[in-house]
């Protein structure tokens, strides 16, 4: 089984500062770390890491930023797809983190949205029936709904990160076999957490609804199937950045390596490895190692 991640890459520099800024206020703040990031990079890194194999589909521009990208993903285990678009700037965000772990995040995406849809379904086009096709929402709306069509159309099974939020989402689901959702995606989509949300995405047609909740751990629920919750791995978090993503990556990457949909076994691996993520700082860099979640999945 493999997973082809289409999705953004980006560089995340992250600032810490005492407090959020209210509207209007202009606050100081202190560069914490430079890294790579972006949802999708995110996401491929960890099932990569995690020993599945992984395509990573995504676009940057042609500067400064990109060259960064290119160097770092050369790192990871990737089967690496990365386009570089001229007169295209390579996406950022902008990253600021509290001393309790508290983040708030600012996404460029113009690379991400001028990604080629022929570049994905050449990649696609070598997908066979059973493999994850993972996005998230950074592309623009037209490419994810197509891709999404054409992973069904291949047999894929389909897992999708509805963040950041986009319009477009509605129209998404009956697309979508498995969604992972944070507690404010999960109330802005679905208008309720927990049982009741997955419940509004079920009849919508997500076969598997993961719910998260941070400290307060996370939840699987399965259309005609179990609702289970998980407790959060207790962790001393410093940067809460990319918890979602590692829980994300490793949760499907737990769940291809057994060759099948999730189960409780790979929400409690999802869990081990975003506990280690938010104990350091840093995106890519705090992302669980080989060794990790090979020791994480072996149990
Ligand atoms: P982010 O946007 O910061 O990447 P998120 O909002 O998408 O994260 P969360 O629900 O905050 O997602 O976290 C995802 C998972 O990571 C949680 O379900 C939990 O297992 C783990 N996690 C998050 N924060 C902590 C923490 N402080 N301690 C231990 N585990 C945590």
Known sequence: MRAFVIGNAAIDETISVDGLPEPGVSILGRIASRDLGGKGTNQAVVMARGGLETTLVSATGDDFRSATIHEQLAEEPLDLRLSSLAGVSTDFSMVLTTPDGENSIVTTTEAAEAL????????????????????????????????LKAGRERGMVTAFNPSPLRPYFERLWPFIDIAFLNESESLSLAGSTGKKAAEVLHAKGVRQVVLTAGTDGAMLSTKGGDFIHVPAVRAKAIDTTGAGDTFMGAALASAALRGGMLDARAISHASAASALAVARRGTRRAFPSRDELAAIFAG
């Open 116 to 147: 080629p849809l022929e570049a994905a379904l050449a990649a696609l086009s070598e997908a066979s029936s059973g493999d994850f096709l993972v996005m998230q929402g950074n592309l623009g709306g037209e490419i994810t709904e197509a891709l």
